[in-house]
């Protein structure tokens, strides 16, 4: 059963930096697809950063681009997502996901396709 578990979230001032830490198990190869999501209090959750092994592809969202960093390490089956210069408006519940490997890897709809999540971290940022 594949599993993902995030760490890595708290409270930060504005400005600050976080890194988020997505683990993997019960896989024997890392996932081709996998994202960071984040779904603020009222608002509909948003992809912010996705990025695909197969390709190299990658993708952020426009308020994170230069800001925030996506990586892998396949051999560690681990995500990562380097978050700096974060505001305010960053603060959400951040979800790691992974899509299946015939999944589209779409970013759409909140990542509703991915068929992999974690439970989440929390990140807040404040003064």
């Known amino acids: 059963q594949v599993q993902l578990e995030e760490s890595g979230g708290g409270s930060v001032q504005p400005g600050g930096s976080l890194t988020l830490t997505c683990a993997v198990s019960?896989?024997?190869?890392?996932?081709?697809?996998m994202g960071w999501f984040r779904q603020a209090p009222g608002k509909e959750r948003e992809a912010v950063a996705i990025?695909?092994?197969?390709?190299?592809?990658?993708f952020y969202v426009d308020s994170v681009k230069g800001r925030f960093t996506i990586s892998r390490d396949s051999a560690k089956r681990t995500m990562y997502l380097q978050m700096n210069n974060l505001k305010p408006e960053d603060s959400a519940m951040y979800y790691c996901a992974a899509d299946a490997p015939w999944g589209g890897c779409s970013r759409t709809r909140g990542g509703a396709d991915f068929k992999y999540w974690g439970q989440g971290t929390q990140v807040t940022v404040s003064s």
């Open positions: 019960g896989v024997t190869s890392s996932p081709d697809c």
């Open positions: 990025t695909r092994l197969s390709n190299a592809g990658t």
